[in-house]
């Protein structure tokens, strides 16, 4: 499956964003679904996840109450909708792809296939 990322930008601290993860080439419904994300110089980092079906979604500590991840199954999209955003929010944010889903991941080398990313900066 091929994976875009898209939605990124620039946003003062406490606004809000929505990402976007498009996929194709592949039955998005045979995927679980992750986003990451990796700010400069630090390595990638797990934000969340949800299963196949969007009956479990797991979040990093450092986003829950603040992100939530929903997908739309019919038009083979992955979302990121992010609200009370922070400086430390700030990183390239990347979407990806598990096969078969049989048990949400926080691990990126769970995933098989990653967007190409998207840059999220938060302004203080």
């Known amino acids: 499956v091929q994976l875009q990322a898209s939605g990124g930008g620039l946003v003062q601290a406490g606004g809000s964003l929505r990402l976007s993860c498009a996929a194709s080439?592949?039955?998005?419904?045979?995927?679980?679904m992750g986003w990451f994300r990796q700010a400069p110089g630090k390595g990638r980092e797990f934000v969340a996840a949800?299963?196949?079906?969007?009956?479990?979604?797991t979040l990093a500590d450092s986003v829950k109450g603040r992100f939530t991840i929903p997908r739309d199954n019919a038009k083979s999209t992955l979302f990121l909708q992010m609200s009370s955003l922070q400086p430390e929010d700030t990183a390239v944010y990347y979407c990806a792809a598990d096969s078969p889903p049989l048990r949400l991941g926080v691990q990126p080398a769970k995933y098989d296939s990653w967007g190409q990313g998207t840059l999220v900066t938060v302004s203080s």
């Open positions: 080439g592949g039955t998005f419904r045979n995927y679980d």
């Open positions: 949800i299963n196949w079906r969007s009956t479990s979604t």
